[in-house]
């Protein structure tokens, strides 16, 4: 099967900031969950998979092609919707039908009904919530095989995340289909992500199946004599407070054979990134 996405050495530099190198490799019918602080260089790796920037070295194919030749087949949702306000949504069909060879004008007015967005309103009138169903519906209707979304279900409440989070998932179906997302709200790839990427500081610290990733790794709640004894090399990060300690354990099963006193629970995407972000290193 071929990838989705193959990211091969991948940098790209600014002034003060360079991402990379990034590798990584997503299967179709999967979806990524892309994670790391602000600045830590996500938004980068998404404009420069699209286009918009060019690496400095490396390569990056998608859906087998070179990122560039296939532009038709990837739909795009950003934080925000760039269409003109003014603009009725069943016209924006018009303006799309130019750009993408495969545009669907009946998909299109489809998702429309599907999401309860009447084609007769104008953006301007629509909440965060309609716009971004917009964009989704927008980015659907040209039958991509891959969709890149940053950040794009930010500052929607629990209910539209869950139906764009139940979309990614109807979309992935097919395994020829797959699902880059950039997201802060972790618990939204806990429940649809396939695999994790934690950009930090520019650096891919992690890629890996999300689900070897939470059973792997652990935190660790101790006193600071406990702590004292553990060696280091287990632990991805420390958080030392006045009457306990905290600790990011790189592997549960093994670290509690060693130590079998300490107790151990499992994490989330939220602790990996607070422990390894604080970089305070047993």
Not at 91 to 113: I, N, Q
Not at 140 to 155: F, I, K, N, Q, S
Not at 180 to 195: F, Q, W
Request: one cysteine or more; hydrophobic letters at 45%; charged letters at 30%.
């Amino acid at each position: 099967m071929t990838n989705s996405i193959e990211i091969s050495g991948l940098v790209k530099h600014y002034d003060g900031f360079t991402l990379g190198p990034v590798d990584l490799r997503l299967p179709g019918g999967a979806i990524l969950g892309l994670i790391g602080e602000n600045g830590a260089g996500k938004t980068t790796l998404i404009k420069t998979m699209l286009g918009v920037a060019r690496a400095d070295a490396g390569s990056i194919r998608l859906l087998g092609e070179e990122a560039a030749l296939a532009k038709d087949e990837v739909g795009v949702v950003l934080d925000d919707c760039f269409f003109y306000e003014g603009l009725r949504l069943k016209d924006v069909s018009t303006v799309l039908r130019g750009v993408y060879s495969k545009w669907d004008e009946d998909l299109f007015a489809a998702y429309l009904d599907r999401f309860g967005l009447s084609g007769k309103k104008t953006i301007k009138a629509l909440s965060r919530g309609m716009r971004m169903k917009l964009s989704l519906a927008a980015a659907l209707a040209h039958r991509p095989r891959l969709l890149v979304l940053d950040e794009a279900t930010a500052g929607l409440d629990p209910v539209v995340r869950d139906e764009i989070l139940d979309e990614f998932l109807a979309f992935v179906c097919d395994e020829e289909h797959a699902v880059l997302i950039s997201s802060h709200i972790t618990s939204d790839l806990e429940k649809v992500a396939d695999y994790i990427a934690y950009l930090h500081q520019g650096k891919l610290l992690l890629f890996e199946e999300k689900d070897s990733l939470l059973e792997r790794y652990g935190r660790l709640v101790c006193g600071a004599a406990d702590l004292e004894r553990v060696d280091g090399a287990l632990l991805a990060g420390v958080r030392r407070g006045q009457f306990s300690c905290e600790a990011l354990v790189r592997d549960r099963e093994s670290f509690s054979r060693s130590y079998p006193r300490l107790q151990v629970e499992r994490v989330s995407l939220d602790d990996i990134m607070v422990f390894m972000n604080r970089r305070d290193k047993a």
